[in-house]
Every structure is written in structure tokens, then in C-alpha cells.
Nanobody, 118 residues
Framework: QVQLVESGGGLVQAGGSLRLSCEASGRTFSSLAMGWYRQRPGKQREFVADITRSGARTDYADSVKGRFTISRDNAKNTVNLQMNSLKPEDTAVYYC???????????WGQGTQVTVSS
């Protein structure tokens, strides 16, 4: 069973930066495509970014393109989300996700809260 544990959330002022990390265990990390989703208050969970098993391809939601960067380190079993130029509307619980196929995720972390103050 794959376990995903997020870290790095917190409170930051608008315009600031945060780096989220997710450590995976229970399966060969390089066999997993990985991603980040978020759930804003009162909204459904939404896609943020994902990355293929090799890291050769990444995709982003339009709302974060140019501000967020997803990366992975297969030697450390981690996927990261660097978030810059944060806005109050980025406030959400951020979830790490993984799966065998890119874009199809069935493993989820418990989530980490990101709060951006104006």
C-alpha cells in the first residue's frame, strides 16, 4: 500500500513563497506518476500540477502556471511543489497524489493547509 505524507504547509503573506514536499513509501517511487491537488474553502478538490514518472513532463492548472513548480527526486522518494507569488486565493488544503498512470491517481495524502493572508 502506498503511503503519501505531505509537509511544508503554513501561513504566509501574499506575494510570499512556500515549498510543499511529499514523501512516498510502499512502492518503487519511480513507478508512480505524482501530482498535487487542492481544495479551497467551499470548493471541490481541483488539479494543481502533476509530473510523469521520469519527471520529463509536467502540467499545471492555468491558475498557477508561472508561479508554481512541481519537481521530483526519485532517489529520495519525494515530490515537491514550489509555490511563489502566492495569492489569498491559493489558500487551500493541498493534497499529494500518485498513481501508475499519468493523470489517473488513486493514492492520496492526508493534506497540508496553506493559508495566504492579504
Amino acid at each position: 500500500q502506498v503511503q503519501l505524507v505531505e509537509s511544508g504547509g503554513g501561513l504566509v503573506q501574499a506575494g510570499g513563497s512556500l515549498r510543499l514536499s511529499c514523501e512516498a513509501s510502499g512502492r518503487t517511487f519511480s513507478s508512480l506518476a505524482m501530482g498535487w491537488y487542492r481544495q479551497r474553502p467551499g470548493k471541490q478538490r481541483e488539479f494543481v500540477a502533476d509530473i510523469t514518472r521520469s519527471g520529463a513532463r509536467t502540467d499545471y492548472a492555468d491558475s498557477v502556471k508561472g508561479r508554481f513548480t512541481i519537481s521530483r527526486d526519485n532517489a529520495k522518494n519525494t515530490v515537491n511543489l514550489q509555490m511563489n507569488s502566492l495569492k489569498p486565493e491559493d489558500t487551500a488544503v493541498y493534497y499529494c497524489t500518485g498513481g501508475s498512470d499519468y493523470g489517473q491517481y488513486n493514492y492520496w495524502g492526508q493534506g497540508t493547509q496553506v493559508t495566504v493572508s492579504s
